[in-house]
């Protein structure tokens, strides 16, 4: 694997993989793994989800580009059904979550300067993460992942999150601020959930000063809080939110979408991408949309996340070991006391695939698609795994493990 044509930008696991169907994905030599974090909150359905397969091999025999200076069917379908349950006005499609943020961060500064702030500033929160290109990098609230690249792009104003304190301080003496990028749950921050009073506030905060708020639902969105949309279980509505990950289940797709003022400030010439809302992404993303309404996942996310967590905190109640678990739907948060990298290979060896973010948090990021059985299962084994890690002796749970399906 060493001497493999790549740059050297990941440390990648020594495992390959040769396919997947639903939680379950099996190495070159059959071996089979449980995913516990859907290849970070992208293959929401699972793997090798029928529709989502069908729909890419249908539309891969009828068109597959076609360049944006046209019209495609199957991107007016999408954007108008994301219009309908997001409750925006415009989309613009990109390839990923940190196109989808620099449309975002373009929006925000031409709003800016429509209204005549020339050096137009956006709010952004200590621990957050945005993307890895330069301006989506520099928004991120991440100083290791930004060092090496500096000079970073200016414009930014940092602020910490869930507090709505320092929203107004800066409000009183940044008056170039337009916007602020939030996310309803930081992910790689460690499974930081946004305080539904926080989030109404900076709602309150925006309206009074004129300010766009913008929610990154990149890993929230495509229903893993249980919602479309997370902000749908706040309350509150934004002026842009930006999608990207579980979107296409798999296939590279990303969404800024914007509502009154903010999705009328663009106009041709402004931005645009070669393949952004191709049809084929397209046709993947409707068909991620139609199953996540046909086979009520939303619910279904929503009493998992109740089952899951319910577990998680029977099984660890006075484990000195756990700080907290958190979250919000189907993204969950374990925090250690202590960094906990080396559970990665050790689960690995017990054919579960664990993600460790923020040094010490566990993220569990599950498909929607679990069946109890599977949700049990994945759950015994991330209490087995994390027992043996801490040398908690205490009597493991002896969930039978349910047979994984056929391999294709």
């Not at 945005?130 to 970073?152: D, I, K, M, S, Y």
């Not at 996310?301 to 919000?328: C, K, N």
Request: glycine share 10%; proline share 6%.
């Amino acid at each position: 694997m060493a001497d493999q044509p790549l740059l050297n930008t990941y440390g990648r696991l020594p495992i390959v993989f040769d396919h997947g169907q639903g939680p379950w994905l099996y190495d070159e030599d059959g071996n089979r793994y449980l995913d516990t974090f859907c290849g970070i909150a992208v293959t929401g359905l699972g793997h090798a989800h029928p529709a989502v397969t069908q729909a890419i091999q249908e539309q891969a025999t009828r068109l597959m580009h076609c360049s944006n200076l046209f019209h495609s069917t199957t991107q007016q379908t999408l954007a108008r059904k994301l219009c309908d349950i997001s409750g925006m006005d415009g989309v613009f499609f990109a390839n990923s979550g940190a196109e989808a943020n620099e449309c975002a961060i373009k929006l925000a500064r031409l709003y800016g300067h429509n209204r005549g702030i020339h050096s137009p500033a956006i709010i952004v929160m200590d621990r957050s993460f945005h993307g890895r290109t330069l301006a989506t990098l520099t928004a991120t609230g991440n100083r290791r992942v930004q060092a090496g690249f500096e000079p970073l792009v200016s414009g930014f104003v940092r602020a910490p999150f869930n507090d709505l304190d320092a929203f107004d301080a800066i409000a009183r003496s940044n008056p170039n601020v337009v916007a602020v990028l939030v996310e309803p749950v930081q992910g790689e921050g460690g499974v930081n959930v946004a305080d539904p009073i926080w989030l109404q506030g900076i709602r309150e905060v925006c309206d009074h000063h004129g300010w766009l708020m913008m929610l990154d639902e990149i890993q929230t969105g495509n229903g893993r809080s249980g919602h479309h949309f997370a902000y749908q279980a706040y309350g509150v509505t934004p002026d842009v939110v930006t999608l990207a990950k579980g979107l296409g289940n798999g296939f590279p797709i990303g969404a800024c979408l914007a509502r009154g003022d903010a999705a009328r400030t663009f106009q041709p010439g402004h931005h645009g991408s070669t393949f952004g809302g191709n049809p084929l992404a397209c046709a993947a993303a409707m068909a991620v949309i139609e199953t996540l309404e046909k086979d009520n996942l939303l619910a279904r996310a929503r009493s998992l996340a109740e089952r899951m967590r319910s577990r998680l905190e029977a099984a660890f109640a006075g484990a000195e070991y756990v700080r907290d678990i958190r979250g919000l739907g189907l993204m969950i948060g374990i925090e250690l006391t202590s960094p906990c990298a080396e559970l990665v290979p050790l689960a690995k060896t017990q054919g579960l695939l664990l993600n460790v973010t923020a040094d010490r948090v566990i993220r569990l990021l599950p498909p929607l698609t679990l069946t109890d059985d599977e949700a049990d299962t994945m759950i015994d084994q991330v209490i087995r795994i994390l027992r043996l890690y801490a040398g908690d002796d205490r009597e493991l749970p002896r969930h039978g493990q349910p047979q994984p399906p056929k391999t294709p």
